[in-house]
């Protein structure tokens, strides 16, 4: 039953990788090193000093460069495939118990998919708000939620899941609205 927490845990914070790559290896790296979250074997190094400063300084510098418009598009062509890598490996980091190779599918296939989906949803949108000047106000909700998806992840992983469930179908009800009303 372990690996199943952490398989929710690692499937929320890689939600939140679809947000922001940085905000979530953030917050996971502060949860280990405060001891909070135990990582599988092999992930100690999430909690490192070195880690923790790395991700701080990457979460500061994307946070800023999403705000500059000709910035953050071309962010958006490193940040996908960086997300998808960063959900694998959280997932990953909280399985354990279980085969390696295992452990390594499911991190693919649950973490990686639900951050790839996630940011490419995140991308259309921007695109789609950017021609109204919606750019930095995107931006600042993708910001919240990014924060706000991962300290629920490693808190109550059950609440995290179910608001990044609400939160896809209030999108999703949006945009089929808007698509049927024009």
Request: proline fraction near 4%; glycine fraction near 10%; charged fraction near 10%.
């Amino acid at each position: 039953m372990d690996w199943v927490l952490g398989l929710l845990v690692g499937v929320s914070l890689s939600a939140a990788c679809g947000f922001r790559v940085f905000v979530p290896m953030l917050v996971m790296a502060i949860s280990v090193h405060s001891g909070h979250l135990l990582p599988a074997s092999g992930f100690e190094w999430l909690g490192s000093w070195p880690a923790l400063f790395c991700f701080g300084l990457a979460t500061v510098i994307e946070i800023v460069a999403y705000f500059v418009p000709v910035v953050n598009n071309a962010l958006d062509i490193v940040a996908t495939p960086a997300a998808v890598v960063a959900g694998t490996v959280l997932t990953a980091s909280m399985v354990g118990d279980i085969s390696p190779v295992f452990r390594w599918i499911l991190a693919a296939v649950a973490g990686g998919a639900v951050a790839g989906g996630i940011q490419a949803g995140t991308v259309s949108l921007r695109s789609a708000l950017a021609p109204a000047g919606a750019s930095g106000a995107v931006s600042f909700a993708e910001d919240a939620t990014s924060v706000a998806a991962s300290v629920l992840a490693v808190t109550i992983p059950l609440l995290a899941i179910a608001f990044l469930v609400i939160l896809g179908i209030f999108i999703l009800r949006r945009k089929h609205f808007r698509a049927n009303r024009v």
